[in-house]
């Protein structure tokens, strides 16, 4: 009885060792993979001079609008489409919000209701065969640049995507882990383009499954 008490208790410690190693693995490499994802967080604009059929602005954060106007204002596209408006916004009122936007470009401007980043991209994907566009110009905040691309990219294989970031002064990307609100901010980012990231995996998959 000693004997097998012996080898039950030390193929339990073996157990508990080899999940406590795998959880430390694992966190290893969620950390090492959060300071690869700063790294891909962009600190300026790559490419300002490449003309694009659209310019698509992603709502949700302060300077995007204005942006996405003054290019449009400076003829950069044909047309310019805001993803994730609120429902009942108009595009005069839009344009009304922009400051120091010509008050013309009303009629090259369309709205959408998309409530999070995977739907901007499904209805930005459906605007653009609507109209018949192949390029864009992608407006939103650096860090959330990453997981917009890998969104967008996923909904329009085809099309050229442009990132145009914009950077909200709270967002400090210079020691952001010494910023607080940065810091949760740019966790809570990475988990989410994780989540997109294993969504998109997972997907070929479940669809096999689904298949009679």
Known sequence: MAVRGYRRGRRLRRMIFGFALALVLAAVAWAAGLFWFVGTIPDRVADRATRTDAIVVLTGGSGRLRTGLLLLSQNRAEKLFVSGVYRGVDVKTLLALAE?????????????????????????????????????RLVTASYHMPRSLLEFRRALPDAVVIPHPVFPEHVKLKRWWAWPGTAALIVSEYDKYLAARARHLAAPLLEGVSRP
């Open 100 to 136: 120091e936007v010509p008050g013309d470009l009303a009629s090259r401007v369309g709205i959408g209701e998309a409530t999070n980043t995977t739907g901007n991209a499904a209805e930005t994907a459906a605007w653009m065969a609507k109209e018949g566009f192949h390029s864009l």
